[in-house]
């Protein structure tokens, strides 16, 4: 097997992956994703991305004083969730990696098929990809924080983040652009576990075929919720404009990788992170959306 990168070098199935990995440990120096002393929690999906992240970081940094777990969140999707947390728990087995398994069920008493459907008996026609973030990101970050995670390992690679990138944009939402980057967040805040990326630098199209060549068990099918999401539809449109124009997706994050420091620095001064008054987790406003959501399918 072949692979050729942007700049038209070809790497045979041993380079490349001497080259994904190597590119990894780049953005992690680079960018200072991990100090000397963590107790990292890799958010696993069951995916292509987070198993390979998972796999990279206990790989990278597993003669460091540094502590490897894995965390996943059951959204309780029918059988793609249920393959995905079973193909994610022999993974974790066989490489020896401690797994914490959370649910919607569990915290919210309900699937996300059944809270999506309460939404909408209401007049909410939030879709799925939406009403997710919010109550995965939650959990997450709860849980991760009960945990004593220093930090939070996701597996969002250059295209996510070129997706992201042109969504705030075409939304103007500065503010949660600046959020972005290979460590999330604008200020250090107790409450909240950063959550670092060392797969950014990394094309989805390079994620797959490492975790194809290294043979990890996962499926690589998308989420069948993922259909009517808008990220898809900037997806597609972003994979058509870089078939026809190589490169653009690494522009973007390129370009965006500039104007962070300045996006940071500006939203630093404009407030602080505030704190749900009913459950205590890091919010917008006075409540989360997660406590909003809950209140609605309750009432």
Known sequence: ??????????????????????????????????DKKEHLLIA?????????????????????DISIEAIHIDQSIGTYSEQNKNNLTDFCKKNNIKLHVFSFREEFGSSLCYIKDSLKEKGINWKSCTICGILRRYILNKKSRELKATK???????????????MNLFNNNTALLARL???TGIKDHDSFIPRIKPLYMCKEDEVELYSKLMKFPVKYESCPCRVEAYRKRVCDLLDDFDKENVGTKSGIVKSYLELMPILKKEYAKKG????????????????????????????
């Open 272 to 299: 602080s992170v505030k704190i749900c008054k009913n459950c205590g987790e890091p919010a917008a406003g006075d409540v989360c959306n997660t406590c909003k959501i809950i209140k609605l399918i309750k009432n």
């Open 181 to 183: 980057g290979p460590k």
């Open 44 to 64: 696993c999906s069951g995916g292509k991305d987070s198993t390979t992240a998972l796999y990279l970081m206990n790989k990278i940094i597993k003669n460091r």
């Open 152 to 166: 939070i390992v996701i597996g969002h690679n250059l295209d996510d983040e070129a997706q992201t990138v042109l």
């Open 1 to 34: 097997m072949v692979y050729a990168l942007e700049g038209g070098e070809k790497l045979s199935s041993q380079e490349f992956l001497q080259y994904f990995e190597k590119k990894v440990r780049k953005t992690i120096r680079i960018h200072k994703l991990i």
